[in-house]
């Protein structure tokens, strides 16, 4: 069984464009996450929710907004789409508020933006 | 600002070999380090978890140490193998480094 889940895999859009991407856990962790890794392959915090509630938000634009309808998911939206915005968007998921605890991750989104 | 650096960008080693990778830290003192496998295409795996007041942990052919007077760790892979090659992160609070990509020959 998948423990943490995303899609789409693939996601190919012109500038301009609104996308969605889906994540799910299925370990019953508290706290969820969203990172940007970028073409240099450097690993980015964007957000983390804990039991649905925002706690970190870091120097992201409004443009990217993230929503948890419940503690297994939580869904990344991005209005505006920007050629910058390429790059793999990883979601991960830990028992822990802080990323202390072992934070597991999905396979990641790769968003082209054209 | 806070920084968590690995300096190493690419480690190139034989098989049989130990890998050693470091981590340094800057203008912070974290209460624990991680350390991360990720393969091309895939997500990172965690591996280890050192915290301040450990010395040392070792998990079959890892070790890891986290030395707060030099703000640093060292990850060590002993006797390396091919299936060892893979890019690894450390990390804290999460913060993680660029990552050193590690190929072991055979």
Known sequence: ?114 | SQKIEQNSEALNIQEGKTATLTCNYTNYSPAYLQWYRQDPGRGPVFLLLIRENEKEKRKERLKVTFDTTLKQSLFHITASQPADSATYLCATLMRFGAGTRLTVKP
């Open chain 1, 1 to 114: 069984d998948t423990a943490v889940s995303q899609t789409p895999k693939y996601l190919v859009t012109q500038m301009g464009n609104d996308k969605s991407i889906k994540c799910e856990q299925n370990l019953g962790h508290d706290t969820m996450y969203w990172y940007k890794q970028d073409s240099k392959k450097f690993l980015k915090i964007m957000f983390s929710y804990n039991n649905k509630e925002l706690i970190i938000n870091e120097t992201v634009p409004n443009r990217f907004s993230p929503k948890s309808p419940d503690k297994a998911h939580l869904n990344l939206h991005i209005n505006s789409l920007e050629l910058g915005d390429s790059a793999v968007y990883f979601c991960a998921s830990s028992q822990g508020r802080q990323g202390g605890e072992t934070q597991y991750f999905g396979p990641g989104t790769r968003l082209l933006v054209l």
